[in-house]
T-cell receptor
Framework: GQSLEQPSEVTAVEGAIVQINCTYQ??????LSWYQQHDGGAPTFLSY????GLEETGRFSSFLSRSDSYGYLLLQELQMKDSASYFC?????????????FGKGTTLSVSS | DSGVTQTPKHLITATGQRVTLRCSPR?????VYWYQQSLDQGLQFLIQ???????AKGNILERFSAQQFPDLHSELNLSSLELGDSALYFC??????????????FGSGTRLTVV
């Protein structure tokens, strides 16, 4: 099977930098993805890492270390609108086919 | 608007009843995925269809079933509903069978309340 662990909550202030960690266990690994979900809204795709290293997209960066089964999402210059839940996800086992399996999510609260 | 359309947005029904949730994928996307999100829970994968065929199954209950039609829209049928089935049900679509490189596009969800 597969499982993902990420912190349930993170708090930060506007302008700060925050890192959301994700560790995973999966029989087959096909990359680590990150999604953002505002309260009750549709999850939106943020990033995807298939290889080790850092991927940068504007204020957001995502990192992957396959040897450590670990990744993180780095959010810089935090804004109030970044308050949301963030989910890491991996492609499931052979049984689950190609569907993404999501962690339980990290709720980020940004205060002024 | 993400391009993935889910109807209805809200649904309230009684225990024991049956409901159908509908999803139209983004234009050009062949894969449709159904996820359930309960309070304080992550997104639980239910089932995936690719170009009309079932591709993968997750933790989908036997009371639940789905299908994808020739026009690629999909329906999720939930029967013998229980209070614990109350949740947000999301549909997502992707271009190909994997979806991992380009990400999934999610609809705005159907909020199901079973009373």
């Amino acid at each position: 099977g597969q499982s993902l662990e990420q912190p349930s909550e993170v708090t930060a202030v506007e302008g700060a930098i925050v890192q959301i960690n994700c560790t995973y266990q999966t029989s087959g690994f096909y990359g680590l993805s990150w999604y953002q979900q505002h309260d009750g809204g549709a999850p939106t795709f943020l990033s995807y890492n298939a290889l080790d290293g850092l991927e940068e997209t504007g204020r957001f960066s995502s990192f992957l270390s396959r040897s450590d089964s670990y990744g993180y999402l780095l959010l810089q210059e935090l804004q109030m609108k970044d308050s949301a839940s963030y989910f890491c996800a991996v492609r499931g086992s052979l049984r689950a086919g190609t569907a993404l399996i999501f962690g339980k999510g990290t709720t980020l609260s940004v205060s002024s | 608007d993400s391009g993935v359309t889910q109807t209805p947005k809200h649904l309230i029904t009684a225990t024991g009843q049956r409901v159908t949730l509908r999803c139209s994928p983004r234009s050009g996307d062949l894969s449709v995925y159904w996820y359930q999100q309960s309070l304080d829970q992550g997104l639980q994968f239910l089932i995936q269809y690719y170009n009309g065929e079932e591709r993968a199954k997750g933790n989908i209950l036997e009371r639940f079933s789905a299908q994808q039609f020739p026009d690629l829209h999909s329906e999720l049928n939930l029967s013998s509903l229980e209070l614990g089935d109350s949740a947000l049900y999301f549909c997502a679509s992707s271009i190909a069978g994997t979806g991992t490189n380009y990400g999934y596009t999610f609809g705005s969800g159907t909020r199901l309340t079973v009373v």
